[in-house]
């Protein structure tokens, strides 16, 4: 894959207001961090919505389509017609809820969680080379402090899933998601 050349301003709050705006920085680091991922995403014919479902139900048994709709950061409209091309695949069911029969719950099927597992590993691996740069220290404040971000925005009422490829592709810490899943 082919990396990107563009331009980093270090001297911040020197150059153009773009170059110190935080949406900015950090939509550039998301891009530069998950371009890579995506081409195992497209050889895998995995949309970015499908691993975003399929790395959840890696490690939630079962999850309300609400739930699943605030984790990945997609309407529900566009997570349902998501689910439904994945039962076709045969990677995901749906069900009523065990505990409250209006919920719809979705669960992984054997074939969704051979191919999360194999792009599970996959993701591990590249944000590992991605961050070959960083302490682990570094690496932790980074994720605490993006962890603190999204918290905060949430608390605000910033945060919603409107945005329907938005980043981050990997999902990897527990914690990620309870910020909104909080709202519900």
Same mark, same amino acid.
């Given at each position: 894959? =082919?990396?990107?050349?563009?331009?980093? @301003?270090?001297?911040?709050?020197?150059?153009?207001?773009?170059?110190?705006?935080?949406?900015? !920085?950090?939509?550039?680091?998301?891009?530069? %961090?998950? *371009? /890579?991922?995506?081409?195992?995403?497209?050889?895998?014919?995995?949309?970015?919505?499908?691993?975003?479902?399929l790395s959840t139900l890696s490690d939630h048994p079962q999850i309300s389509v609400g739930q699943l709709s605030d984790i990945v950061m997609c309407k529900q409209p566009t997570l349902s017609k998501a689910i439904d091309r994945m039962e076709a695949k045969g990677w995901v069911a749906r069900s009523l809820g065990h505990q409250?029969?209006?919920?719809?719950?979705?669960?992984?099927?054997?074939?969704? !969680?051979?191919?999360?597992?194999?792009?599970?590993? =996959?993701?591990? /691996? !590249?944000?590992?080379?991605? !961050?070959?740069?960083?302490?682990?220290?570094?690496?932790?404040?980074?994720?605490?402090?993006?962890?603190?971000?999204?918290?905060?925005?949430? *608390?605000?009422? %910033?945060?919603? @899933?409107?945005? /329907?490829?938005?980043?981050?592709?990997?999902? *990897?810490?527990? *914690?990620?998601?309870?910020?909104?899943?909080?709202?519900?």
């Amino acid at each position: 894959m =082919k990396k990107s050349t563009r331009h980093v @301003n270090d001297n911040a709050g020197q150059g153009h207001f773009i170059d110190d705006y935080l949406a900015y !920085l950090l939509s550039q680091a998301s891009q530069a %961090v998950s *371009n /890579e991922f995506r081409s195992c995403l497209a050889a895998a014919d995995v949309s970015v919505i499908e691993w975003r479902v399929l790395s959840t139900l890696s490690d939630h048994p079962q999850i309300s389509v609400g739930q699943l709709s605030d984790i990945v950061m997609c309407k529900q409209p566009t997570l349902s017609k998501a689910i439904d091309r994945m039962e076709a695949k045969g990677w995901v069911a749906r069900s009523l809820g065990h505990q409250d029969r209006r919920v719809i719950a979705v669960t992984i099927d054997k074939p969704g !969680l051979k191919i999360a597992s194999t792009l599970l590993v =996959k993701a591990k /691996e !590249l944000e590992e080379s991605e !961050l070959s740069g960083f302490s682990k220290k570094e690496i932790q404040t980074l994720k605490k402090t993006l962890r603190n971000l999204v918290r905060h925005c949430s *608390n605000k009422g %910033v945060l919603d @899933n409107s945005s /329907e490829v938005s980043e981050p592709l990997a999902r *990897n810490d527990s *914690n990620y998601g309870s910020a909104t899943r909080q709202r519900s």
